[in-house]
């Protein structure tokens, strides 16, 4: 394990001297790489779905970790798309001149090694290599067993890019021991390694976040709510709680508690029924639910639960201020909706509701790098320091200051 981080290490170096033209290229040139090597991943993908369906993964992790032609036309668009972006480093942030004569600037670096922990989904290996390299800095990139063909397919063909041009490999490199105790040493090991990002389940969030060395930025799970409220436009509220929830029900922004003012439950709960029965989604509600529609107890275990699936819970709360009641009671900081046509009511949702994303009249799942103009995305942070949100290119760096003096001494 030292000895593949010091070589990652080392090839940072290296990576540094790249112009922001030769990095274009070589994405480019990695996007027609993925092109030319698709009946490879398609066939490691065939290999990884077929240990899905033998370890009865659910459906929403098979969908995740699927891919076929158009995924993967999509993950070469992605890192075209990346290769396009202003370089994020190098940036002058800021910049003055004090008293002495002395210039100061704030300048936009590297972070320098960062380690990504992720599972499932195979389009994260290419799209957090593609950023990684565009922002300079080495990726070490430890994908779940389930995609481990998939994931070493597409590395190879991203390596292949940077071998041709006499670069070493370690500038995208997959973490070689897939086991547990990998990833302890890993997170341990900050003499190389920069910065840690682990996107998964809440069980593998909470196991880095507790014996990680490295520093973190947490891509925690996504317990999305949307609030219905008493002024909102009951057309478009059935609209957007379903966009919300089956639009793509097996990801961190979809919608997993739907909360309901009371005073207009009676009215919209038997739409909203009617509607996700149609898209045979499981429902379960309180007791004020199930007074009104015919669905399963929803306790307290099912309002702390990240789904990933089509199921959903159902609240029915004393109007928005019982609506940021739940929220900050059981919501994880990631996106948080409200419908509403009242603007007094709507500032008081937005300003009030702790989330990376706070929606009005508009699905939560439009938290995306890419919806947003980032580029393809690192993921969605719930941290509150140095990243919120969809983290693009410009979060993978940091800043250092230079100074321009002139023979200036401190007296």
């Keep these: 394990m030292e000895t593949f981080l010091k070589a ?46 033998e370890a009865n993964l659910s459906s929403a992790l098979r969908d995740r970790l699927y891919l076929n032609e158009e995924r993967i036309e999509g993950m070469a668009k992605a890192i075209e798309e990346i290769a396009a972006l202003k370089d994020p480093v190098g940036r002058v942030l800021d910049g003055w001149e004090i008293e002495n004569g002395m210039r100061i600037e704030k300048v936009s670096i590297p972070i320098g090694v960062i380690g990504i922990i992720y599972e499932s989904r195979p389009n994260v290996t290419s799209d957090a290599a593609a950023l990684c390299f565009k922002s300079s800095n080495v990726v070490i990139l430890k994908g779940g067993k389930e995609a481990k063909n998939s994931n070493e397919a597409i590395a190879m063909a991203l390596q292949e890019v940077l071998i041709n041009h006499g670069l070493p490999k370690e500038i995208i490199s997959l973490l070689p021991d897939y086991s547990r105790e990998g990833v302890d040493r890993l997170i341990r090991m900050d003499r190389y390694v920069d910065l840690i990002i ?23 799970k996504g317990l999305c709510h949307t609030y219905i409220d008493r002024d909102a436009d009951l057309n478009k509220a059935v609209s957007i709680a379903i966009n919300a929830k089956i639009q793509r029900p097996g990801v961190c922004n979809a919608m997993e508690t739907l909360l309901v003012d009371r005073a207009i439950a009676k009215e919209i709960l038997p739409k909203l029924h009617e509607a996700f029965l149609a898209h045979g989604t499981d429902l379960r509600g309180c ?23 089509n199921i959903l819970s159902i609240k029915v709360v004393d109007g928005v201020e ?10 994880s900081g990631h996106s948080e909706a409200i419908v509403t046509e009242n603007y007094t009511t709507a500032e008081r949702f937005l300003n009030e509701v702790d989330a990376a994303c706070v929606y009005l ?10 919806v947003f103009g980032f580029g393809a995305e690192v993921g969605i942070s719930t941290n ?16 250092k200051y230079r100074i321009y003096g002139n023979g200036q001494i401190r007296e």
Excluded: C, W
């Design 198 to 220: 682990p996107r998964g389940g809440e069980a593998l969030i909470r196991h880095v976040s507790q014996h990680a060395t490295v520093p973190i930025v947490k891509h925690d």
């Design 384 to 399: 509150k320091l140095h990243a919120r949100g969809p983290m693009g290119i410009n979060d993978l760096t940091t800043y």
């Design 361 to 370: 009249n508009a699905s939560t799942r439009f938290t995306d790098g890419g």
């Design 287 to 309: 007791a004020s639910t199930q007074e009104l529609i015919d669905v399963a107890p929803a306790g307290e275990e099912d309002f702390h639960t990240e789904y990933l699936d």
């Design 8 to 53: 990652a290490k080392e090839a940072s170096a290296q990576l540094l001297r790249l112009t922001s033209g030769q990095k274009r290229q070589l994405l480019e040139e990695m996007a027609t790489s993925l092109r030319h090597h698709k009946e490879a991943i398609l066939q490691a993908n065939r290999e990884d779905m077929a240990y899905a369906k």
């Design 322 to 331: 019982g609506a940021i009641d739940h929220i900050r009671t059981y919501g």
